[in-house]
């Protein structure tokens, strides 16, 4: 790819190699394992399903990219 600029490629490329990476962890929610993305503290976003049955990969409910929202367990 070639990038056209006036601008000095170090104000253009400046905090490309800091980028945050985002926050997974994996949760069990109504028996479906799964890994899902930090929101805020009451939701997150699905990632993927690690373990569950298998008709539970059709429910939408479950689709990667969907919002759920939890109560954090503290132990």
Same mark, same amino acid.
């Given at each position: 790819?070639?990038?056209?600029? $006036?601008?000095?490629?170090? +104000?253009?490329?400046? %905090?490309?190699?800091? /980028?945050?990476? $985002?926050?997974?962890?994996? +949760?069990?929610?109504? %028996?479906?394992?799964? /890994? ?21 990969y059709l ?17």
């Amino acid at each position: 790819m070639i990038f056209y600029t $006036p601008m000095p490629m170090d +104000i253009v490329m400046e %905090g490309f190699d800091k /980028q945050e990476e $985002p926050s997974y962890f994996e +949760i069990t929610l109504n %028996g479906v394992h799964m /890994q899902v993305q930090a929101i805020n503290e009451r939701q997150a976003s699905i990632v993927r399903i690690l373990s569950c049955e298998l008709q539970d990969y059709l429910n939408p409910q479950y689709a990667p990219g969907k919002l759920i929202e939890f109560q954090p367990v503290l132990r």
